[in-house]
Nanobody, 129 residues
Protein backbone atom coordinates (compact mmCIF):
# COMPACT_ATOMS: atom_id res chain seq x y z
CA UNK A 1 0.00 0.00 0.00
CA UNK A 2 1.60 3.25 -1.05
CA UNK A 3 1.16 6.73 -2.40
CA UNK A 4 3.30 7.92 -5.28
CA UNK A 5 3.50 11.65 -5.91
CA UNK A 6 4.68 12.97 -9.26
CA UNK A 7 4.52 16.01 -11.51
CA UNK A 8 6.90 18.29 -9.70
CA UNK A 9 9.48 20.31 -11.54
CA UNK A 10 10.81 23.77 -12.16
CA UNK A 11 8.91 26.80 -13.32
CA UNK A 12 8.79 30.54 -13.22
CA UNK A 13 6.49 32.82 -11.32
CA UNK A 14 3.07 32.74 -12.94
CA UNK A 15 3.49 29.25 -14.38
CA UNK A 16 1.25 26.26 -13.72
CA UNK A 17 2.07 22.72 -12.62
CA UNK A 18 -0.14 19.73 -11.87
CA UNK A 19 0.84 17.22 -9.25
CA UNK A 20 -0.55 13.71 -9.17
CA UNK A 21 -0.74 11.24 -6.32
CA UNK A 22 -1.36 7.68 -7.40
CA UNK A 23 -2.48 5.28 -4.71
CA UNK A 24 -1.88 1.57 -4.98
CA UNK A 25 -2.37 -1.56 -2.95
CA UNK A 26 -6.03 -0.92 -2.08
CA UNK A 27 -8.86 1.41 -2.97
CA UNK A 28 -8.53 4.91 -1.54
CA UNK A 29 -12.03 5.96 -2.54
CA UNK A 30 -13.12 6.13 1.10
CA UNK A 31 -10.05 8.08 2.26
CA UNK A 32 -9.80 11.78 2.72
CA UNK A 33 -6.71 12.92 0.83
CA UNK A 34 -4.40 15.84 1.50
CA UNK A 35 -1.42 17.69 0.11
CA UNK A 36 1.24 19.15 2.34
CA UNK A 37 4.54 20.86 1.59
CA UNK A 38 7.84 21.54 3.24
CA UNK A 39 10.11 24.37 2.20
CA UNK A 40 13.82 24.36 3.04
CA UNK A 41 14.35 25.17 6.70
CA UNK A 42 10.65 25.23 7.46
CA UNK A 43 8.08 22.95 9.04
CA UNK A 44 5.82 20.89 6.85
CA UNK A 45 2.54 22.72 6.28
CA UNK A 46 -0.95 21.99 5.02
CA UNK A 47 -1.80 22.91 1.43
CA UNK A 48 -5.13 21.33 0.51
CA UNK A 49 -7.45 18.43 1.31
CA UNK A 50 -10.42 16.75 -0.31
CA UNK A 51 -13.14 14.57 1.12
CA UNK A 52 -13.66 11.05 -0.16
CA UNK A 53 -16.57 12.15 -2.34
CA UNK A 54 -14.73 15.19 -3.65
CA UNK A 55 -17.58 17.45 -2.62
CA UNK A 56 -15.64 19.15 0.17
CA UNK A 57 -12.28 20.79 -0.34
CA UNK A 58 -10.08 22.79 2.00
CA UNK A 59 -7.15 25.10 1.29
CA UNK A 60 -4.57 27.02 3.19
CA UNK A 61 -4.90 30.77 2.90
CA UNK A 62 -1.60 30.96 1.03
CA UNK A 63 -2.86 28.89 -1.91
CA UNK A 64 -6.59 29.59 -1.90
CA UNK A 65 -7.70 30.83 -5.30
CA UNK A 66 -4.54 29.57 -7.02
CA UNK A 67 -4.48 25.82 -6.30
CA UNK A 68 -7.22 23.28 -6.94
CA UNK A 69 -7.38 19.80 -5.46
CA UNK A 70 -9.39 17.10 -7.18
CA UNK A 71 -9.65 13.35 -7.26
CA UNK A 72 -10.56 10.53 -9.61
CA UNK A 73 -11.59 7.57 -7.48
CA UNK A 74 -11.82 5.32 -10.52
CA UNK A 75 -8.11 5.93 -11.07
CA UNK A 76 -7.24 5.97 -7.36
CA UNK A 77 -5.53 9.30 -7.98
CA UNK A 78 -5.58 12.75 -6.43
CA UNK A 79 -4.41 15.89 -8.22
CA UNK A 80 -3.19 19.32 -7.23
CA UNK A 81 -3.48 21.91 -9.98
CA UNK A 82 -1.17 24.79 -9.13
CA UNK A 83 -1.68 28.02 -11.04
CA UNK A 84 -0.10 31.46 -10.68
CA UNK A 85 2.88 29.91 -8.98
CA UNK A 86 5.04 32.08 -6.73
CA UNK A 87 8.64 31.61 -5.58
CA UNK A 88 7.30 31.00 -2.07
CA UNK A 89 5.54 27.88 -3.38
CA UNK A 90 8.96 26.25 -3.70
CA UNK A 91 8.90 23.14 -1.54
CA UNK A 92 8.71 19.38 -1.50
CA UNK A 93 5.06 18.43 -1.87
CA UNK A 94 3.64 15.36 -0.14
CA UNK A 95 0.32 13.63 -0.55
CA UNK A 96 -1.26 11.79 2.34
CA UNK A 97 -4.34 9.73 3.11
CA UNK A 98 -6.69 9.52 6.07
CA UNK A 99 -9.01 6.53 6.09
CA UNK A 100 -10.70 7.53 9.35
CA UNK A 101 -12.00 10.95 8.36
CA UNK A 102 -15.74 11.41 8.39
CA UNK A 103 -17.43 12.92 5.38
CA UNK A 104 -17.84 16.29 7.10
CA UNK A 105 -14.42 16.44 8.71
CA UNK A 106 -14.08 20.20 8.35
CA UNK A 107 -11.05 22.42 7.71
CA UNK A 108 -9.39 22.14 11.13
CA UNK A 109 -9.36 18.35 11.15
CA UNK A 110 -8.44 18.15 7.48
CA UNK A 111 -5.42 20.42 7.86
CA UNK A 112 -3.96 18.49 10.80
CA UNK A 113 -1.05 16.35 9.67
CA UNK A 114 -1.37 13.88 12.53
CA UNK A 115 -4.70 12.69 11.16
CA UNK A 116 -3.08 11.29 8.02
CA UNK A 117 -1.69 7.78 8.34
CA UNK A 118 -0.06 7.14 4.98
CA UNK A 119 2.34 9.49 3.21
CA UNK A 120 3.90 9.56 -0.22
CA UNK A 121 7.57 10.18 -0.85
CA UNK A 122 7.28 13.80 -1.98
CA UNK A 123 7.91 15.64 -5.23
CA UNK A 124 10.01 18.79 -5.58
CA UNK A 125 8.49 22.00 -6.91
CA UNK A 126 10.84 24.90 -7.59
CA UNK A 127 9.57 28.30 -8.71
CA UNK A 128 11.93 31.05 -9.74
CA UNK A 129 11.12 34.74 -9.91
Amino acid sequence: VQLQASGGGQGQAGDSLRLSCAASGRSFSRDQMGWFRQAPGKEREFVAAISRTGLSTYYSDSVKGRFTISRDNAKNTVYLQMDSLKPEDTAVYYCASDRNAILTAGPVYSSTQENYELWGQGTQVTVSS
